[in-house]
């Protein structure tokens, strides 16, 4: 089992900037993708930006140039930095970390470990 547990969320002006960050603890192995998702009130959650074992990146067209993700894997953290923030990126962030070694999935039906989230809210 994987525990998550995501920090740096917060309340930012629009086009400012925040860095989430996520401790994975339970499991040793890098060999697994960890990913970034949000959910939005009123909407379903949605793939934000991935990073595999190798340090390969995909992003969602809304964060492309934006958003950065990074990983320490002596450290066992994903990071998360989003620059250029719009009030339309307000939602609850979720760390995530694949089941399955070896491989860059971004679908939110994947099976993933899941954190418990953190609030990000852009005003304009």
């Known amino acids: 089992q994987v525990q998550l547990v995501e920090t740096g969320g917060g309340l930012v002006q629009a086009g400012g900037s925040l860095r989430l960050s996520c401790a994975a603890s339970g499991r040793t192995s890098s060999s697994y993708a960890m990913a970034w998702f949000r959910r939005a009130p009123g909407k379903e959650r949605e793939f934000v930006a991935a990073i595999s074992w190798r340090g390969m990146t995909s992003y969602a067209d809304s964060g492309k140039g934006r958003f950065t993700i990074s990983r320490d894997n002596a450290q066992n953290t994903v990071s998360l930095q989003m620059n250029s923030l719009k009030p339309e990126d307000t939602a609850v962030y979720y760390c995530?970390?694949?089941?399955?070694?070896?491989?860059?999935?971004?679908?939110?039906?994947?099976?993933?470990?899941w954190g418990q989230g953190t609030q990000v809210t852009v005003s304009s």
């Open positions: 995530a970390a694949d089941s399955v070694p070896y491989r860059l999935p971004t679908a939110v039906d994947s099976p993933w470990y």
